[in-house]
């Protein structure tokens, strides 16, 4: 009777979807049979935390991920304030219970041999667009930075004499990147080929062939056209580029606050995630090197 009430509640009064309804009271219905099954002696108000955290490590035993498992408990926390707000109840059981940490899903990146593929096998032509797409990949690759700082680049954020870019990252913070002489040459040649091509209406780096700077998906479309050409990755976007940039850093002994600093992370445990790359890198290659592995 209460789930009803509650179902009403939200239905009526909150204005939430059908849809939404019906899975929360398919998720409750499904943990008062799961209470009910374990003793049916309990009943809502009866029922502790550890209920609910057996009933969450069930889910997890059958094979349910962490995003269902806490869109149930989310259910659950709904109905438990609604029951505490109404006094049907007199604690709320699922309160400070916290769901299963989402696994991160590893970055992807392209391999050296694809990278060297793509700078030195290609055949690039020495028009303006070509020119400008492999200057765009190779800036991202050779200073990790996001998509939204390489459009808002200008010229004047290259200083050639010190070897390094001044970017604008999120929230205005700004860093200075270096970089070296393949992309020194690269930018020189670019940059002499597009005041050539399409003249220098614009203060910024990157332009279309009608002298406008060009947009972020513009650039998207640069990226995944030409990593189609040496890889077979699902993802083929700028933010591949900026993880193959950290992976091959840490792969060749980078530390790993340095790379922090290069790819402007706050904090030191979102650059992290790169080193589980290279060890799954190093787990690979000890699994197909070693005789008993």
């Known amino acids: 009777m209460v789930i009803e009430e509650f179902l009403n509640y939200l239905q009526y009064e909150k204005n939430r979807s059908?849809?939404?309804?019906?899975?929360?009271?398919?998720?409750?219905r499904a943990f008062e049979a799961y209470f009910k099954?374990?003793?049916?002696?309990?009943s809502w108000e009866s029922v502790d935390s550890d209920v609910i955290r057996d009933w969450m490590g069930s889910m997890m035993d059958r094979g349910n991920n962490a995003t269902s498992v806490n869109r149930r408990l989310s259910a659950?926390?709904?109905?438990?304030?609604?029951?505490?707000?109404?006094?049907?109840?007199?604690?709320?059981?699922?309160?400070?219970i916290?769901?299963?940490?989402?696994?991160?899903?590893?970055?992807?990146?392209?391999?050296?041999?694809?990278?060297?593929?793509?700078?030195?096998?290609l055949a690039w032509k020495d028009d303006y667009k070509d020119v400008r797409a492999k200057t765009i990949l190779l800036t991202f690759y050779a200073t990790?930075?996001?998509?939204?700082?390489?459009v808002g680049l200008?010229?004047?954020?290259?200083?050639?004499s010190m070897r390094q870019i001044k970017v604008d990252g999120k929230r205005n913070k700004q860093r200075l990147i270096p970089f070296g002489d393949e992309l020194e040459q690269a930018l020189r040649h670019f940059m002499s080929v597009r005041d050539g091509s399409v003249g220098k209406q614009s203060g910024a780096l990157f332009l279309t062939e009608s002298g406008k700077r060009m947009n972020a998906n513009q650039v998207r479309y640069e990226v995944k056209r030409n990593l189609?050409?040496?890889?077979?990755?699902?993802?083929?976007t700028p933010h591949v580029l900026r993880h193959t940039f950290a992976t091959s850093l840490l792969n060749h002994d980078a530390e790993l606050e340095s790379v922090k600093d290069l790819l402007g992370h706050d904090s030191l445990s979102t650059t992290e995630i790169y080193t589980h790359t290279t060890f799954e890198q190093l787990k690979r290659v000890?699994?197909?090197a070693h005789p008993r592995a």
């Open 144 to 150: 990790g930075m996001r998509l939204a700082e390489l």
């Open 286 to 288: 000890y699994t197909n």
């Open 18 to 28: 059908r849809l939404t309804v019906g899975s929360y009271g398919d998720d409750l």
């Open 37 to 42: 099954k374990m003793d049916n002696q309990l």
């Open 154 to 160: 200008n010229d004047e954020a290259v200083d050639f």
């Open 228 to 236: 189609s050409k040496v890889c077979t990755l699902k993802k083929r």
């Open 76 to 96: 659950l926390r709904s109905f438990y304030r609604y029951c505490l707000s109404r006094k049907l109840i007199a604690k709320d059981p699922s309160r400070g």
């Open 98 to 121: 916290e769901g299963p940490k989402k696994s991160r899903p590893l970055p992807q990146f392209l391999k050296e041999s694809e990278m060297d593929a793509l700078f030195d096998g």
